[in-house]
Structures are given as C-alpha cells and as structure tokens.
C-alpha cells in the first residue's frame, strides 16, 4: 500500500484505469472499482461517486466503498443540497475537519455516514460541464491535508473523462422498471468483450441460415425471362466472382485467393446449369428453376457426412443468390455484406476471409472467445470485432446503426451523435501512427537498461508492414495455417515455397520463426478427411494431424527449408506432448532435409527446431525437453485453455480463463527455469505478451522475449520502459507464493491501481 507521501503515484498511473474496464460487466460495477482503488490510495474509508443528471438536475450516488451500499441510487440531492451538493454549484473543494458541525451539511437517514469526521468533496467537472461529485471521508477528525485536496483534484480530473463516458453508458439502458431481459427495440449499448479492437459504424447484416435461404427472394412469377437472358446473368456473375476474386488477391496475397474459385467452378458445372435449363425447358420460369436446382443441391451436401461440403453449401446458395439476382436486377445484393457490421452467430476463419472480401465494416460474434482464431485473424485483417451473447441482435432491423467501439468491447445501438463524436475522436488519438511509431525503438530495454526483445506475430503478409514500422525483433510465431484454411486442398510445396519466401523476404536480417501447421480446433480445413469431432480441441490438431498426413507435413517442412536456404529462420512445432512427438517431428526434418540434398536444392541445413509449450504435459519433462530443442515458445491462449481445462472460445466460461491462475504461473516459471539452465531461449507468444497488465509478471518469471500481434508493439514498448526488473521480480515472487487466485486477484489490483 503507498503511503500518504506517495499520493502522487496515483496521478501517474490512473492511465491504467482504462484497464478496469476490461474485466467489467456493467458501468456501475466500473465506478465501484473505483471507488475502491481510490479509499486505498488516499489511505481513507469511504469514497463515494454522484452522478449529476441535468435534466432531474439531481446529484444521484452511483457507488460507494465504505457507505450502505444500498444508499445507491437512492440517495439524491439537489445542486447546492449538502456538502457534496454544494461543491458542485461552487465548483470547488469542500473540505471539513468534522464535517457533521458544518452548517451545509445534510444527514441522509440510512447511508451510514455517522461514524465519519472528515470529509472532503470534489466536483467532476470537463470545463464547465459538471459530471458528478466524488467524495472521500475518514473516521478521523481533520484528516485531509492541503496536499491531500490537491492530489485528490488532480485525480478528479483525470478521471473526469472517463466517469462521463461510464454516466453516458449508465443513462443509455437506464430504464426506470427493467424487464427481466430488454427487448431488442429498448437496446441501447451492449457490452461485450473484445475480439479485435477498433470503431466501426454502419448498418447490420446477418449472417445465418435463414439469409443464405433462397426463399427470401420475391420472385415475381408474372414475369418471364428469355434464355439470353439467363446466359447473361451467367456470364455476369462469372465476371463480378472474378472480380472479386481478383480484389482479394491483391489484398491478401499469401491467400492467393481462391475462395471465389469454388464458386466459379460450380458456375461452369455441366451438372447444374443442364439442370437448370432443362427445368425451363419443361416450362419453369428461370428464377424458380434456379431456387429449386440450389435447393436441390444444398439437399445433396447436407446428406453427405462432410465438414467440407459446409463450405460447399455456402458456395452454392452464394452462386445462387448472385445468378438469380443478375437475372431478376434485384435490388443490389441482398448477400453484399460491403460497409456492413456482419452479425454472426459463429463464424469460422474462412468465413472471415470471404467476408473480408467484401469490404465489412466489423462483426458482431454471438459465440467464440476473445482468443479465438476467428478474433485472430480479424485483428490482422484490422476488422473490430466484439464478442457478445446477445442473441436478440440476429432480430436487430437492418437498417439500424450501430456503432462498435471493439476496443472496449461496447456495442451502441442507433448512437447519437454525441457518442459518435466522443469515439471517433478518442480513436483519431489512437490511430496516430506516427505517434505510435514514437513509442517503440529499436532495441527496447526496461526502465533499469535491462534488454527485452518484442518480435511480432504473422498471421498473414500483410501483418508484415506494422511489424516493420513498429521495430518488430523479428518473426516469433507465423501461422502458417491461415493460407491452408481459404483453399479447397492442401496448398502445394511450391504454392507454400513462395508465400514463405515473401515472408522470409519482408524482414530481411531478422530471425523468423515458422509454426507448423495448426490446424484441428476452431481452424476448420474444409477440404480435409478427418471428419466431425465430439471434442475438436481434444482431437486431431496440430502436429498430431501433420503426423496423420504425413504427406501434408513432409511438403510444408519441404518448402520451410527452402524459404530459410540463405536466411535466419527457424521451425516451431505446434502442440507438443511428449519428447517423443518432438523427435519423430525432428526426423521428419532431418528426412527433409536428406530428399532435398539428393535433389540438388537450395535449403538450410541447420533451423533451429523449437517446441511450443501449449500442453501442460510438457511442463513435468522440460528439463529434458529444454536440453534437446533449441528454443520454446509459450503459447498462453492454449496453455492456459488445457491447463485449466477452460475452453478459450466459449465465452460462457470466460472468467474461468485466469492467465494469472497460481498453477499457471507456477508452471510458466518451471519451463522459465528449465530453459535458463540448458541455455535456450524462451518466448511468449500468446495473448498474455500482449497484455501491458501482465509485463511485470512476466518479466519477473525471468522472461525476456515476447511475440505478438503487431498492432500491440507500441503499447508494450512503452510499458516497458516503466517497469525495474527488481521490482518486477519480487511481484512475481509475492504472486508465486499464493494458492488462491483472489489472493493473486489483489495483489495484481494494488499493483495496477
Ligand atoms: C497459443 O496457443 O498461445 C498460440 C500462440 O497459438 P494459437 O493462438 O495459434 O493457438
Ligand atoms: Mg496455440
């Protein structure tokens, strides 16, 4: 706990407080967090936050730490009402030594203010817009000194900002009588979580089953088409699928955009367009034979037990769709989910890609994790995304605004333009790249000159600029799974050889870490044999389907080496159990390597060969683990997903996923050690890197490397340098030495407020 002396720290560091909102479910509870923080600081009893409503112009007690919690809300005063009432109307301090012997002060029966002398009260105030009062109180008699009244003013007004934005959110679903779960129409904010930060604003489309159902096409049955006229949409839709097809190509080129082939192919099909023009020509008006040959073939997949032909629906209730709307001239496409916020129930990464394509705006998710690869690759496609279990959205009218602020995890519904301004111009602050590129350097070091090194995270090309401007260290983790998931097979070597050589090629110098393939999970390959799994995260993923197709395996380590032959790179493999898995991956590269040699071609001989440490079945055998492979990377989102047996994209056991867990640390610091004493090198490469709040922590287990989304370098280089490995390593040694996560809980609070 600081001391009174150290009142200033507080002034310093409540930036964090935007941390606060992270982990909130509500506004109130918000204010609450800080009311709390603020009794420890000020080394007080009570502190107490009142809302101001102008239109009631009453003052209203939102939340207390200290007072009878169920004072809140019930306790109302008038502007100039009382002590707190009158800091207001005077904007200014109000500080009594014994406050009850003021004659401005009013007893409020029930808020147990009795026991309290000193009192001290300030307004919150953005110029001359009064936001509230915050209050502080002691059992003391004149226990705020004049240091005390500046310091908490100084807080007052930093915080001012932010409890506005939290009264605004409080006013917007606001009701006077609930209903036990709002209609849709009375939704006015949301909160979710964060999957892939970022302002988006624009009007909703849904995606599901009924919006690719070809029934919601009014097909006028009085108007008849030529078969010209069918031929035409044809050859329209062919183009606008090559079209988009190259769009993408130039957007995403580690895609090489296949994903309008399937459609384009199914277009030509002998099989379906006989069907359709024989359907006319038993006397079917076109747009009908074009609804029913779909359906029809929408029928056929489903029957077949396939996780590719989920695609294959898609495609061709898309091509459908498209034809039908080239044919009749409906109005623009019903499926153009351009400038739209996309509302999807679930959505696979290669959905995401498609959507991609077509230039959304962000996605609403009603199912997934913050961690999950859809929220992964939407960060790198710089799509925001927010996570919410509001299921009454896939109701919400199309024509509704809505406004994501993904970076808070906040859903506006029809935001007024006050709210519109407010974020757009806290994002404008945000997105100051030049500021940005500011706060990162070329070799980061703690505030005591202790080195670090911040590599980035790939997950497509075009992830490489920001690692670049942003001073990346190097690659520590590329997912080399993403240009699998958009293809209809496996990509070829040579397909494989020149997207790793463009990325070997876009860091040049630096080291780059290749991951095998990671597919199973959520990263669905739909073009893969392995079939519908009860437990897909438990199944057959990662290495362990690169073993069962071995050919698969063989071809990408193939094109890995030939991308390194002249460059630093090295080879990670995914989802390591055991030593033995780790030495059959080994002499596959080694059996690789032995081909290409005979073949006369270009490789490295010797890549690094590193294990990630995303199973806790690896941690009982690190020692040996560490002494024959040459580097690790922590990869937290699964390590902390198997360890604590907590799904990392069901939102629904989300606060089970505690990267401060005691027995995650505790594990995290035996792979730590064990690295330290063999003399390799140890990563994160997780989500947890990414997080300022856990920098010290890790940083105090003795890591020095760290790997992440590009977007988050600037942020942890300049948390970085606030932090002295000394007192780094004696939080991390007081952390280590709890069993109880609200033990961890606290500690990491006090650290932070
Ligand atoms: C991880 O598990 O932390 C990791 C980096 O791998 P991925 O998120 O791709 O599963
Ligand atoms: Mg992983």
């Known amino acids: 706990?600081?001391?009174?002396?150290?009142?200033?720290?507080?002034?310093?560091?409540?930036?964090?407080?935007?941390?606060?909102?992270?982990?909130?479910?509500s506004m109130e509870e918000f204010l609450q967090k800080i009311t709390v923080m603020i009794t420890r600081h000020m080394e007080c009893e009570v502190c107490s936050i009142y809302l101001y409503y102008a239109d009631e112009h009453e003052l209203v007690l939102k939340a207390t730490k200290g007072l009878n919690p169920?004072?809140?809300?019930?306790?109302?005063?008038?502007?100039?009402?009382?002590?707190?009432?009158?800091?207001?109307?005077?904007?200014?301090?109000?500080?009594e030594g014994q406050a009850k012997n003021s004659p401005n002060f009013r007893f409020f029966q029930g808020i147990g203010e009795e026991k309290f002398e000193s009192f001290l009260a300030v307004p919150i105030l953005r110029g001359?817009?009064?936001?509230?009062?915050?209050?502080?109180?002691?059992?003391?008699?004149?226990?705020?000194?004049?240091?005390?009244?500046?310091?908490?003013?100084?807080?007052?007004?930093?915080?001012?900002?932010?409890?506005?934005?939290?009264?605004?959110?409080?006013?917007?679903?606001?009701k006077k009588e609930k209903p036990p779960k709002p209609l849709l129409q009375d939704l006015k904010f949301i909160k979710g979580r964060c999957g892939s930060e970022g302002v988006a604003l624009a009007t909703t489309m849904v995606v599901n089953e009924s919006l690719t159902d070809m029934q919601q096409y009014k097909v006028d049955g009085g108007k008849q088409y030529s078969e010209a006229d069918l031929h035409r949409a044809f050859e329209e839709t062919e183009r606008q699928l090559a079209g988009l097809q190259v769009k993408l190509e130039a957007a995403l080129p580690d895609m090489t955009a296949l994903i309008f082939t399937a459609q384009i192919l199914m277009l030509k099909d002998k099989g379906f367009t006989d069907s359709i023009f024989s359907l006319i020509r038993g006397g079917a008006n076109s747009p009908q034979a074009i609804v029913e040959v779909v359906h029809d073939y929408v029928l056929k997949f489903s029957r077949i037990e396939d996780s590719y032909l989920r695609e294959k629906i898609y495609d061709v209730k898309d091509v459908g769709r498209r034809l039908l709307e080239n044919l009749i001239g409906h109005s623009k496409a019903q499926h153009d989910y351009h400038d739209k916020i996309v509302i999807a129930k679930e959505l696979f990464p290669s959905d995401a890609l498609k959507l991609f394509s077509q230039k959304i705006k962000g996605i609403i998710l009603l199912s997934g994790g913050a961690t999950s690869h859809v929220a992964i690759l939407a960060r790198s496609l710089n799509i925001p995304l927010v996570v919410c279990d509001e299921l009454s959205l896939l109701s919400l009218d199309p024509a509704t605004e809505v406004l994501l602020d993904a970076s808070m995890g906040f859903v506006y519904i029809s935001p007024d333009q006050f709210v519109k301004t407010q974020i757009f111009q806290r994002e404008d602050l945000n997105h100051n790249i030049s500021g940005l590129k500011k706060m990162t350097q070329e070799h980061p070091k703690t505030g005591d000159g202790v080195a670090v090194k911040f590599m980035a995270n790939i997950n497509l090309l075009g992830d490489l600029k920001a690692a670049n401007e942003f001073k990346a260290d190097g690659v520590g983790l590329y997912r080399t799974e993403f240009p699998f998931m958009i293809r209809s097979n496996f990509p070829s070597e040579e397909e494989q050889y020149l997207i790793y050589r463009r990325l070997v090629e876009g860091m040049p110098g630096?080291?780059?870490?290749?991951?095998?393939?990671?597919?199973?999970?959520?990263?669905?390959?739909?073009?893969?044999?392995?079939?519908?799994?009860?437990?897909?995260?438990?199944?057959?993923r990662s290495i362990r389907l690169s073993f069962k197709h071995l050919d698969v395996f063989v071809a990408q380590l193939r094109a890995i080496l030939r991308s390194g032959a002249g460059r630093r790179i090295r080879i990670l493999f995914p989802m390591i159990s055991s030593m033995d898995e780790f030495l059959q991956?080994?002499?596959v590269v080694q059996e690789c390597a032995h081909q290409l040699k005979a073949e006369g071609k270009e490789f490295i001989k010797n890549p690094k060969l590193g294990i990630m440490v995303e199973l806790p079945s690896i941690v009982e055998i690190i020692d040996e683990m560490a002494r024959e492979a040459d580097f690790f990377s922590i990869g937290t989102n699964d390590f902390i997903q198997y360890m604590l047996a907590v799904d990392r994209t069901n939102d629904r056991v989300a606060q089970l996923y505690l990267p401060y867990h005691p027995s995650v640390l505790r594990a995290l610091k035996k792979v730590v050690d064990a690295c330290g004493k063999h003399g390799k090198e140890v990563s994160v490469c997780g989500?947890?890197?990414?997080?300022?709040?856990?920098?010290?922590?890790?940083?105090?287990?003795?890591?020095?490397c760290f790997s992440m989304d590009a977007r988050y370098l600037p942020r942890m280089h300049e948390r970085l340098g606030q932090l002295f490995i000394p007192e780094c390593e004696k939080l991390t040694q007081e952390v280590l030495a709890q069993s109880q996560i609200s033990r961890v809980t606290q500690i990491l609070e006090r650290v932070h407020s």
């Open 1 to 25: 706990m600081y001391t009174k002396r150290d009142h200033t720290k507080l002034i310093c560091d409540v930036g964090e407080i935007t941390a606060l909102f992270h982990d909130t479910l």
């Open 70 to 95: 169920d004072s809140v809300n019930k306790v109302r005063m008038k502007i100039g009402e009382g002590l707190t009432g009158l800091a207001l109307k005077e904007k200014r301090p109000i500080c």
């Open 128 to 174: 001359s817009v009064e936001i509230g009062v915050m209050v502080i109180q002691s059992m003391k008699k004149d226990y705020f000194s004049a240091e005390d009244i500046q310091v908490f003013r100084a807080i007052t007004v930093q915080l001012a900002a932010t409890i506005e934005t939290a009264r605004l959110l409080i006013t917007l679903n606001d």
């Open 510 to 540: 630096k080291e780059i870490t290749l991951r095998t393939l990671d597919i199973g999970g959520d990263k669905i390959l739909s073009y893969s044999d392995y079939g519908k799994e009860e437990n897909p995260f438990l199944g057959l």
């Open 585 to 587: 991956a080994k002499s």
């Open 687 to 704: 989500d947890m890197a990414n997080d300022p709040k856990y920098l010290s922590l890790l940083l105090g287990l003795g890591l020095r």
